[in-house]
Nanobody, 119 residues
Framework: QVRLVESGGGLVQAGDSLRLSCAAS????????MGWFRQVPGKEREFVAS????????DYADSVKGRFTISGVNFENTVYLRMNSLKSEDTAVYFC????????????WGQGTQVTVSS
């Protein structure tokens, strides 16, 4: 059974930093693309960042490039999202997701963690 568990959300002020963690179990981590998405009530879920392992590569939404960093520890089955210079518009529920490297859609999702940035 695949399980993704996010942690690390909270309430911070604009300009602060936060690190989210996603612990994955039940899937061969090295053969999956791990991603972070976020959603604001009333809006569609949007892509934030993703990471692949072999070869290691990352991808970011334009809105977070230069501020957010996705990383991970393959043998620990954990992926992180370091968020710097947070803005009020980063306020959202952040979700960890996984998809097979051969798939186009993410088919495993965590329960989400709330990030609130006060201005």
């Amino acid at each position: 059974q695949v399980r993704l568990v996010e942690s690390g959300g909270g309430l911070v002020q604009a300009g602060d930093s936060l690190r989210l963690s996603c612990a994955a179990s039940g899937l061969p981590f090295s053969r999956y693309v791990m991603g972070w998405f976020r959603q604001v009530p009333g809006k569609e879920r949007e892509f934030v960042a993703s990471i692949t392992w072999s070869p290691r590569s990352t991808d970011y939404a334009d809105s977070v490039k230069g501020r957010f960093t996705i990383s991970g520890v393959n043998f620990e089955n954990t992926v992180y999202l370091r968020m710097n210079s947070l803005k009020s518009e980063d306020t959202a529920v952040y979700f960890c997701a996984a998809r097979s490297i051969t798939a186009q859609l993410y088919n495993f999702w965590g329960q989400g963690t709330q990030v609130t940035v006060s201005s």
